[in-house]
């Protein structure tokens, strides 16, 4: 029986802080990427298609105004293997799902900018077990989002 992989979203700050390679986070997600990217790893990365287009540029070229081709070659390759990061595409579904979250939140009292509500709603209806993030303002949603809003953290090993 083949061994069921813990899907986990990554939001678009989690790639971003590996693409400028913070270095208190580094660690947890270079050994996320390679146990994704192994064939027979626990977890399976997945993140909007957004994602593409939010993961623009690193901090250094945006501190300096100046582009870094390493930069750009680093993040190509980053959405290049499909073995360690499942894309999922935008379509009407996630876009309703993301837009009654952003509703949900205006009688409580919060706000929901449309791009959190579309990677919130893309790991809704992906079924991932985890949603990971840096943005604390997202920890809230947990609830109306059914899964664990967290953190990435290191994975625990399985048990024999």
């Keep these: 029986m083949p061994n ?3 899907r986990l979203y990554w939001d678009a700050n989690v790639w971003l802080s590996y693409i400028n390679a913070i270095p208190d986070r580094l ?3 270079d050994a996320s990427l390679a146990d994704s990217a192994s064939s027979n790893g626990s977890i399976e990365l997945c993140t909007s298609a957004l994602s593409q287009v939010e993961v623009a540029y690193g901090r250094l ?3 300096k105004f100046a582009l870094d081709p390493g930069v750009e070659g680093k993040i190509d390759k980053l959405w290049a293997d499909r073995n360690a990061v499942k894309v999922v595409e935008y ?4 876009g309703a799902e993301a ?3 952003i509703r949900m939140a205006i009688p409580k009292g919060w706000s929901l900018k449309p791009l959190d509500a579309i990677h919130l709603a893309t790991a809704k209806w992906f079924k991932a077990a ?9 920890l809230k949603f947990s609830n109306e989002l059914g899964l664990p809003i967290l953190q990435p953290h290191a ?4 048990l024999l």
């Design 61 to 63: 070229e945006q501190d």
């Design 91 to 94: 379509h009407d579904g996630i």
């Design 155 to 158: 994975q625990q090993g399985r």
């Design 130 to 138: 985890e949603f990971q993030t840096y943005d604390t303002r997202l």
């Design 99 to 101: 837009r009654q979250l």
């Design 4 to 6: 069921q992989r813990q």
């Design 27 to 29: 660690p947890v997600l």
